[in-house]
């Protein structure tokens, strides 16, 4: 029992990491059609930044928290000018946007690469706590408590923002359907452009806790944790970010569980659910809710 | 004007023809020409699980390659004198599609004299069937999966490290010599890892000792919070953990930050890569930990080939400006066997390479010890014996404990609480 009671809560704090770190993917597919391949280097490249707050400058890798948000507009901004409106006007703006990001991320890749090296960097173990918490008995790292933490205050903070703002009103607009939008006047481009930047702003926070959950950074895991969050997206539904937490949690869960139970089978969780929930609910587990709202 | 020849002019023409083509035939050796190079084939990983392995193994290889070219080249017996070496090295990325094509490259449009694989089980496995089909001796340096070695050929050497089929053997003999019963195995799926962990079950079983927990993760498992957990459940005494070097520091911080404590923890990376683990793990949580300490980490002195570990040490720091791991020694060896191949070698052929070889084993010691191969390939010397690693003043220092003749110090068991 106890077994089952550690893979059921230390699945819930792994999945919403993940769902942390699939969630910035499904904004920007949400907003505008686009897949961004490079999803997974944005997350590296938050690692990276708490990497060198804390082995350069002595900080603590937390502040890459508010780095990642800086770093987002630094990069996103001038990124989403240059590619996103000239993809949006070709024919097929997803498959071009599915090369495009191909492209920018083998970059991302190839940087870290010159930057970093192939080595594996990770980050202070006490950075976020030396200790573990317990809950119903099961005891777990602090890290994993404090990389939930942030995980459920910054999607709590991503509802607030589509639930009471007048940008995120606009947003879902956008995310319902573009050309309505676009004629009762939202202006389409400034929208899509900021969720573009909280898209990699959230990849970039999620990265800040990779050390912690994966153990290390490397410049070669960021293809894998961009399947991953397609996994994560394409289970809790395509295009409803919210849905991504569902999508986190089962994968989490189910994942974890095969850890404990079938260890040798645990990476086939993902692709297995994304199987089924294509099968079953071709529009994910909360597709038909994002619809309706 | 019909012009008659008489018979016995053309049959002395055929006679002076067929003669002059015998003796071209019976002199291939002296005829063939010595090539401007001798070309050596090469795959690594700039990136990727295995880059930091793959490109420390490719150094060492690089670093012997221009000291013999310093010296005017390597001896070659077929040739009866001293030929340049050049080696051509392509990028697979850790991957075994890119290295299955790039390998096929080497030998079909570069057709390399010499053939020898990337770094480790994974990216080694793909070369095998290619240069057993183009009848190449592969030479291996640290595909060490046991499976590799199952029937007898002249196209495989396993040169810098030992089979997986040998190589826990010690590690197993330590487990029951301290009379540990109750033993959690966690591998990767890989033919390193998984041979290994097979090997060590065999031997264990014979001592009477059946694993509380044995199981494989996928080889790209990064997190082991749940698994540490489960593998406690089963109240074992020693954990041995067989992953690469991702694995590895996954695997040891995720025990450090677990509160869990075991009284023997075992990984294999921090004794060949032990600067890239302590800087990931900390000295701390690598305390007390087992592991195979390879050179330079033991010390070989007496050598019939190359510079004993102290010189090669010494004089890899002075040229690479940072002191060598095992993986940059392995590359070295990996070129000292080529070496010693080509000058013992009579005739310039794939099978008078793999002959020397065989002629070698058991002959030979380098600074990774005793070379020893058997008819399938596998390397039977170079044994790893087993090290702990011991606090010392802010960091750590390894201690070999067994076997008792390589003993240095004795083992801190049960690992005391941190």
Do not use: C
């Not at chain 1, 920018?104 to 980050?123: C, H, N, T, Y």
């Not at chain 1, 999508?247 to 969780?269: C, D, E, I, K, R």
């Not at chain 2, 392995?53 to 490719?58: F, K, L, R, T």
């Not at chain 2, 690469?244 to 996954?250: E, H, L, M, R, T």
């Amino acid at each position: 029992m106890s077994l089952l009671e550690y893979a059921l809560i230390g699945g819930i704090l792994y999945g919403i990491f993940f769902a942390l770190v699939g969630i910035g993917l499904n904004l920007i597919f949400g907003v505008m059609r686009i897949i961004n391949l490079a999803h997974g280097q944005f997350v590296l490249l938050g690692g990276y930044g708490a990497y060198l707050l804390s082995a350069r400058l002595n900080l603590n890798p937390i502040l890459g928290v508010p780095l990642a948000l800086l770093g987002a507009v630094v990069v996103a901004v001038p990124l989403y000018y240059a590619v996103v409106p000239r993809l949006q006007r070709s024919r097929d703006p997803e498959m071009l946007s599915f090369i495009l990001f191909f492209g920018i991320a083998q970059m991302i890749d190839a940087i870290l690469l010159a930057v970093f090296g192939a080595d594996q960097r990770s980050l202070p173990q006490d950075a976020l706590g030396a200790g573990s918490i317990a809950v119903l008995g099961q005891s777990f790292p602090d890290s994993w408590w404090v990389a939930t933490a942030v995980s459920l205050l910054v999607i709590g903070g991503l509802f607030l923002y589509f639930t009471r703002t007048r940008l995120g009103f606009a947003t879902r607009a956008i995310m319902a359907n573009r050309e309505e939008a676009l004629s009762t006047g939202i202006d389409v481009q400034v929208v899509s452009a900021i969720s573009f930047v909280i898209g990699i702003a959230l990849a970039g926070i999620a990265g800040v806790f990779v050390p912690y959950m994966l153990g290390s950074i490397s410049p070669d895991i960021g293809n894998e944790l961009t399947t991953t969050s397609f996994a994560v997206i394409i289970i809790g539904s395509l295009g409803n970010p919210l849905g991504t937490v569902v999508g986190g949690l089962v994968f989490g869960v189910g994942t974890l569980f095969m850890q404990t139970f079938f260890p040798s089978w645990s990476n086939l969780v993902p692709y297995a659910l994304l199987v089924i929930i294509v099968l079953i609910r071709p529009a994910g587990l909360l597709g038909r809710a994002v619809r309706v709202a | 004007m019909r012009v008659v020849r008489p018979v016995w002019l053309l049959s002395a023409a055929v006679l002076i023809f067929a003669g002059l083509m015998l003796a071209g035939a019976l002199r291939p050796a002296l005829a063939a020409t010595a090539p401007s190079e001798i070309k050596i084939g090469t795959l690594y990983a700039s990136s990727g699980t295995f880059a930091v392995a793959s490109q420390g193994q490719y150094q060492g290889l690089q670093y012997w390659a221009a000291a013999v070219n310093k010296d005017g080249g390597v001896f070659v017996k077929a040739f009866n004198k001293k030929i340049p070496v050049k080696v051509i090295a392509y990028d697979d990325q850790s991957s075994t599609s890119t290295a299955t094509t790039l390998y096929n490259q080497l030998i079909t449009q570069d057709k390399v004299d010499i053939l020898i694989a990337d770094f480790g089980s994974v990216l080694t496995s793909v070369a095998i069937p290619l240069a057993e089909e183009h009848h190449m001796l592969l030479i291996d340096p640290t595909g060490s999966g046991a499976n590799f070695f199952t029937k007898k050929t002249d196209y495989l050497a396993d040169v810098s490290i030992p089979s997986s089929a040998v190589w826990p053997v010690p590690l197993a003999k330590f487990v029951l010599a301290q009379k540990i019963k109750r033993v959690a195995i966690i591998y990767d799926s890989n033919d390193f890892d998984a041979s290994q962990a097979e090997t060590l079950k065999s031997v264990l079983a014979e001592g009477g000792v059946t694993p509380v927990y044995y199981n494989g993760v996928p080889t790209t498992e990064s997190n082991y919070a749940v698994l540490l957990h489960t593998i406690a459940a089963t109240h074992p005494d020693a954990v041995l953990e067989f992953g690469y070097a991702p694995n590895d520091i996954a695997f040891l911080r995720d025990l450090a930050s677990s509160g869990l404590h075991f009284n023997m923890t075992f990984t294999i990376f921090p004794g060949q890569l032990s600067a890239l683990i302590t800087k990931n793990v900390g000295a701390k949580a690598l305390a007390y930990t087992y592991t195979y300490p390879t050179p330079p980490l033991v010390r070989y002195t007496s050598v019939t080939l190359g510079a004993t570990t102290d010189q090669f040490v010494k004089e890899y720091t002075a040229a690479s400006k940072s002191a060598p791991n095992f993986l940059n020694a392995a590359g070295y060896n990996n070129g000292l066997i080529v070496q010693e191949m080509l000058a013992l070698a009579p005739q310039f052929t794939q099978l008078d390479f793999h002959q020397a070889l065989m002629d070698m084993s058991g002959k030979t010691t380098t600074l990774l010890g005793e070379f020893k191969i058997n008819e399938n390939g596998a390397q039977l010397g170079e044994l790893l014996p087993v090290a702990q690693i011991v606090p010392e003043g802010e960091g750590n220092k390894f201690v070999v404990i067994y076997p008792d003749d390589k003993a240095t110090g004795k083992a801190v068991y049960p690992a005391p609480q941190p």
